[in-house]
């Protein structure tokens, strides 16, 4: 695969139509199955990215903060537990929380670089401007490129810590974990290192529930928004106000999932992918799961991929963890 500098400052691993190939393979194996299912990266245009961000704001929607707590509080003991040369943060975005974690590896060792892997330019040179001011030692290097499929293309030099925060990990299905840890080891394994992996810990479904389905309505409208990404990208006519927001416990399964609801029967037309769908009065498309764990999974799924956990820290009211793993 050709290496392209699309933009300046940014290293593309994406290959020519990444996007449109990934979002029309999705949809039409997504809402021709049974059920209807669509992954939650599409959530993400420039509104959806806004919406997320409002999201994190809200006072029932307590991840982020639980993150930035655990970070906060613990930084230095995660850093000094896994130094590093080399710091990679998958699915970067913003890089909010990034300075937290580069301070205290700064001061716990040799810390020469960062790697931001996005699939969004626009969240890669925002990042990259913000941290190149504050961290003018460091070198900050953006990859555009897609984890899931791509980690082997990542530059690493000496020890790494790979940091997949956020709780992203939770959209992923049991197997489709199990694969990527596995990637992450292969990643790691040359030149040793770590994963600093963020997971939301299971609570209470009145704790859960609400902070997927805010008074405000605001992730109502975030998930109703992967329908305006398919208006818009693959010319659909989904009546996008049809939908009603659903967020449910899965106690089997222990995640939560967003679904959106049709209010009534109705056909869809996508001309993008050429397709027709059907939507029964009352029918549901599952559009997110997140998973939540428990300190004990969390450890298992590491060592079936032979990762081996030194150290777990928790937010104060246990809803949220961070867990650093090493290569067996």
């Known amino acids: 695969m050709t290496v392209s500098h699309a933009r300046p400052g940014i290293v593309h691993h994406l290959p020519p139509d990444h996007h449109g190939r990934n979002l029309r393979a999705d949809v039409r194996a997504g809402l021709t199955g049974s059920p209807k299912t669509l992954p939650p990266k ?3 245009d420039k509104n959806g990215s806004d919406l997320f961000e409002r999201i994190t704001e809200l006072p029932e929607y307590y991840p982020t903060r639980a993150e930035r707590e655990v970070l906060t509080n613990h930084a230095d003991s995660i850093a000094a537990a896994g130094p590093a040369e080399t710091l990679i943060e998958l699915g970067s975005g913003s890089s909010r929380k990034t300075p937290l974690l580069l301070n205290a590896l700064k001061k716990s060792g040799p810390l020469r670089r960062y790697v931001a892997v996005d699939v969004s330019d626009s969240a890669l040179l925002e990042a990259g401007e913000e941290l190149s001011t504050a961290f003018p030692d460091v070198d900050l290097q953006a990859v555009a490129a897609d984890f899931e499929t791509q980690l082997h293309l990542l530059p690493h030099q000496g020890a790494t810590m790979v940091a997949f925060l956020g709780g992203t990990i939770g959209n992923m299905e049991p197997e489709a974990r199990a694969r990527f840890l596995h990637h992450i080891r292969e990643l790691l394994l040359p030149t040793g290192g770590s994963l600093l992996l963020g997971t939301g810990l299971i ?10 389905d805010d008074a405000a309505g605001v992730t109502a409208d975030f998930n109703r928004n992967v329908l305006r990404v398919l208006n818009t990208e693959l010319g659909a006519d989904f009546d996008v106000e049809a939908f009603e927001h659903v967020a449910v416990w899965n106690p089997e ?13 109705m056909q869809v037309h996508l001309p993008g992918i050429s397709l027709d769908v059907r939507f029964e009065e009352g ?3 599952r559009t997110e799961i997140s998973a939540k764990f428990r ?17 777990q820290w928790t937010d104060e009211q246990n ?3 961070l867990t650093l793993a090493e290569v067996k």
């Open 42 to 44: 599409w959530f993400y």
């Open 203 to 212: 609570t209470s479904p009145d704790v859960l529930i609400p902070a997927y």
């Open 253 to 265: 399964q222990e995640w939560i999932e967003m679904r959106l609801r049709a209010s009534r029967p």
């Open 283 to 285: 029918e549901e498309l």
């Open 295 to 311: 300190a004990s999974g969390i450890t298992a799924e590491l060592e079936a991929a032979q990762l081996n956990t030194v150290g």
């Open 319 to 321: 809803r949220y963890a």
